[in-house]
């Protein structure tokens, strides 16, 4: 399932769809950016992304996950990298 979000993770980015994305987070979702600042929430993530589709139109996202650990039985903390190329 977490790789199947992963892909679905990607797919949005790749076509700038915040709406998909909204799907993909759970309202006190947690991300870590490029400079390891923490973006907390749902709305706090999607407003980051948000800026990056109008800063930078086109732009594609690779993901590589690391490492997964189950929280929970609908919880899941995943780790890895992501490389973005300009659109």
């Not at 977490?2 to 799907?23: I, S």
């Not at 400079?35 to 086109?58: K, M, N, S, Y």
């Amino acid at each position: 399932a977490l790789r199947a979000a992963v892909a679905a993770f990607v797919k949005a980015y790749n076509e700038a769809d915040l709406r998909a994305m909204a799907g993909l987070f759970a309202e006190d979702a947690e991300v870590i950016d490029e400079r390891g600042e923490v973006l907390a929430g749902r709305d706090a993530i999607l407003e980051q992304f948000a800026g990056r589709f109008e800063g930078d139109p086109g732009a594609t996202i690779a993901v590589t996950t690391d490492a997964m650990r189950y929280l929970g039985p609908d919880a899941v903390e995943e780790r890895g990298r992501a490389a973005i190329a300009p659109g």
